[in-house]
């Protein structure tokens, strides 16, 4: 049985994958006995989910006839798993450390299915870049010096992108400026070991329009690229393609109906992710192609004239319902009146939105742990960890339980393979890390747990 917590009338139920959905609702017993055996907080993934996302964003690109070039933003989540279906599907990866690129070639990914981003790699990690061909996105004149000087002196050409600060991110440290890019363009233009690709971008915030106004920005230096004799292949738009975790008019009203009270703060977190917000990744990707660009053209015309390759680097929107976080409740304690804190086998490392003054405003799904539901009084809590922390809490939110929970029972985080579940995770009064496993079918058709690790995947 599943039962839903939520403030009455203003809940948060997830969006779920009908896989997922069938395990929380119909095999709750299953998900006791995987608790029981692995430890809590336990991870399962589906790395079919990935390729079902890259899936739709690729039909798309194909629908609006653009050429494409979609890397799965490994940092999002650490499963090989998740890397590994990406790569099986045809996709490219995003790797933005040394030990995400020496995971992604092991499970057999090829320079040319890799992209380096992030601002600040170290000299080894440029060399492994090197040594594969990978495509480098350079973020400063100064990185473009570093990697100049660790280039051997026969080689195929280094592909490169150039990393551009758009306008509307003027005060970031990623990136560069229109006048930079153009000093490295004649940098560039004079090094022969370098192959000029093409621009990069990622902005914050899930905003398609912002995407436009930078692809204009980098458009002007396209052209300027040309004019200089280098010939660009690629403007890659980074991440940013938005989840929908709970539906939209529900998300709307929980944040028109929620008050400083519902939180044991007394505050509302000034800034939450846009859990319900009004597009799936398909369709904000559909919008971008569709929108008016330069000369009455559209974004998607645009690319086809320019025979420009659209890359980008989804993170979350590949980890769309890739993964729930099973947490075993150790005990509920009374605070007076109504009110109670839940403690869980685990740690907010593991649920992590409170470290960033924000919450998940996502409702999680209580599994009984065997027991009959007693009728009980409904019940409000908040939600803990197991450490000394007074920081450790999961959910800030005071969640009403219509049936109040016991020890032994599960709370489930639904969807929380996008940068929740093992950002922070860490060995914490030295319990041991949190356990990951891949859900697939055996050739019945029948669930099987399988390890997520690189040796296993
Ligand atoms: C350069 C770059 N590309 C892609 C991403 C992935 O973003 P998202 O997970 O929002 O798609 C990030 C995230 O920080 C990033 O820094």
Same mark, same amino acid.
């Given at each position: 049985?599943?039962?839903?917590?939520?403030?009455?009338?203003?809940?948060?139920? /997830?969006?779920?994958r009908s896989e997922t959905?069938?395990?929380?609702?119909?095999?709750?017993?299953?998900?006791?006995?995987?608790?029981?055996?692995?430890?809590?907080?336990?991870?399962?993934v589906w790395p079919e989910a990935l390729q079902e996302n890259l899936a739709a964003l690729r039909e798309?690109?194909?629908?609006? +006839?653009?050429?494409? @070039?979609i890397y799965y933003g490994a940092?999002v989540n650490?499963s090989p798993g998740l890397v590994q279906a990406a790569l099986d599907a045809g996709g490219g990866i995003?790797?933005?450390?040394?030990?995400?690129?020496? %995971?992604?070639?092991?499970l +057999?990914?090829?320079?040319?299915r890799?992209? @380096?981003?992030?601002?600040?790699?170290?000299?080894?990690?440029?060399?492994?870049?090197?040594?594969?061909?990978?495509?480098?996105?350079?973020?400063?004149?100064?990185?473009?010096?570093?990697?100049?000087?660790?280039?051997?002196?026969? #080689?195929?050409?280094? =592909?490169?992108?150039?990393?551009?600060? =758009?306008?509307?991110?003027?005060?970031?440290?990623?990136? &560069?400026?229109?006048?930079?890019?153009?000093?490295?363009?004649?940098?560039?233009?004079?090094?022969?070991?370098?192959?000029?690709?093409?621009?990069?971008?990622?902005?914050?915030?899930?905003?398609?329009?912002?995407?436009?106004? $930078?692809?204009?920005?980098? $458009?002007?230096?396209?052209?300027?690229?040309?004019? &200089?004799?280098?010939?660009?292949? #690629?403007?890659?738009?980074?991440? +940013?393609?938005?989840?929908?975790?709970?539906?939209?008019?529900?998300?709307?009203?929980?944040?028109?109906?929620?008050?400083?009270?519902?939180?044991?703060?007394?505050?509302? /977190?000034?800034?939450?992710?846009?859990?319900?917000?009004?597009?799936?990744a398909a369709?904000?990707?559909?919008?971008?192609?569709?929108?008016?660009?330069?000369?009455?053209?559209?974004?998607?015309?645009?690319?086809?004239?320019?025979?420009?390759?659209?890359? #980008?680097?989804p993170g979350?929107a590949l980890a769309d319902q890739a993964a729930?976080?099973?947490?075993?409740?150790?005990?509920?304690?009374?605070?007076?009146?109504?009110?109670?804190?839940?403690?869980?086998?685990?740690?907010?490392?593991?649920?992590?939105?409170?470290?960033? @003054?924000?919450?998940?405003?996502? %409702?999680?799904?209580?599994?009984?742990?065997?027991?009959?539901?007693?009728?009980?009084?409904?019940?409000?809590?908040?939600?803990?960890?197991?450490?000394?922390?007074?920081? %450790?809490?999961?959910?800030?939110?005071?969640?009403?339980?219509?049936?109040?929970?016991? $020890?032994?029972?599960?709370?489930?985080? @639904?969807?929380?393979a996008?940068?929740? &579940?093992?950002?922070?995770?860490?060995?914490?009064?030295?319990? /041991? #890390?949190?356990?990951?496993?891949r859900m697939l079918r055996?050739?019945?058709?029948?669930? &099987?747990?399988?390890?997520d690790?690189?040796?296993?995947v």
């Open positions: 049985m599943t039962l839903h917590c939520h403030k009455l009338g203003a809940g948060l139920p /997830p969006i779920l959905a069938d395990l929380l609702a119909r095999r709750g017993a299953l998900l006791l006995d995987w608790v029981a055996h692995h430890g809590s907080p336990l991870n399962l798309v690109l194909i629908e609006h +006839g653009v050429e494409h @070039a940092k650490k995003d790797v933005s450390s040394l030990y995400e690129l020496r %995971d992604a070639r092991r +057999g990914a090829g320079g040319t890799l992209v @380096a981003t992030g601002p600040a790699k170290t000299k080894a990690f440029h060399q492994e870049l090197v040594a594969c061909n990978a495509l480098i996105s350079v973020d400063s004149p100064e990185e473009l010096e570093d990697l100049i000087s660790c280039l051997p002196a026969a #080689m195929d050409a280094q =592909p490169i992108l150039l990393r551009l600060q =758009p306008e509307s991110q003027g005060k970031s440290r990623f990136g &560069m400026k229109a006048e930079a890019i153009v000093r490295c363009l004649a940098r560039i233009a004079g090094e022969g070991r370098l192959r000029f690709d093409g621009l990069h971008f990622h902005l914050g915030g899930y905003r398609w329009q912002d995407r436009v106004a $930078a692809l204009k920005e980098a $458009a002007g230096l396209i052209a300027e690229a040309r004019n &200089m004799g280098l010939s660009p292949r #690629m403007i890659d738009i980074g991440g +940013g393609l938005p989840i929908q975790y709970v539906d939209h008019q529900q998300y709307r009203a929980h944040l028109a109906a929620q008050t400083p009270d519902d939180y044991r703060t007394g505050k509302i /977190p000034a800034s939450f992710y846009p859990y319900g917000g009004p597009l799936s369709d904000w990707l559909r919008r971008l192609l569709r929108a008016q660009f330069q000369e009455g053209q559209t974004v998607a015309r645009y690319f086809k004239r320019q025979r420009l390759i659209l890359g #980008m680097e979350r729930i976080t099973a947490f075993r409740i150790t005990r509920v304690k009374a605070l007076g009146g109504d009110t109670h804190v839940i403690f869980v086998e685990g740690s907010s490392f593991s649920a992590c939105e409170t470290w960033f @003054a924000s919450e998940f405003l996502v %409702d999680p799904i209580l599994i009984p742990g065997g027991r009959q539901p007693s009728a009980s009084s409904p019940i409000r809590a908040y939600l803990a960890g197991h450490s000394c922390l007074d920081d %450790d809490v999961l959910s800030n939110r005071w969640l009403t339980f219509p049936v109040a929970p016991q $020890a032994g029972d599960l709370l489930v985080h @639904a969807n929380t996008g940068y929740q &579940m093992d950002l922070l995770e860490n060995e914490f009064h030295r319990h /041991p #890390m949190p356990t990951r496993l055996d050739a019945e058709g029948r669930l &099987m747990l399988a390890p690790t690189i040796e296993e």
